[in-house]
């Protein structure tokens, strides 16, 4: 998403859930936003062979 996007995503969202966000902290805030949509598509990129089982239920 451009920065724009976020910019309204985050206006639209903050409305939708009630949590009002100080106009002094949008700027910080869409910035925080770029960084994680970053980083999860370093996630989605990376790839998973078909093959790979997946790891067991861990209990102690």
Partial sequence: MNRDNLTLYLRLTSEI???PIPEEYVESV????ERMENLAQLVMDFEIDDTIEIAPIFQP
């Avoid at 869409?30 to 936003?33: K, M, S, T």
């Fill in 17 to 19: 859930i009630a949590l």
């Fill in 30 to 33: 869409v910035i925080n936003l």
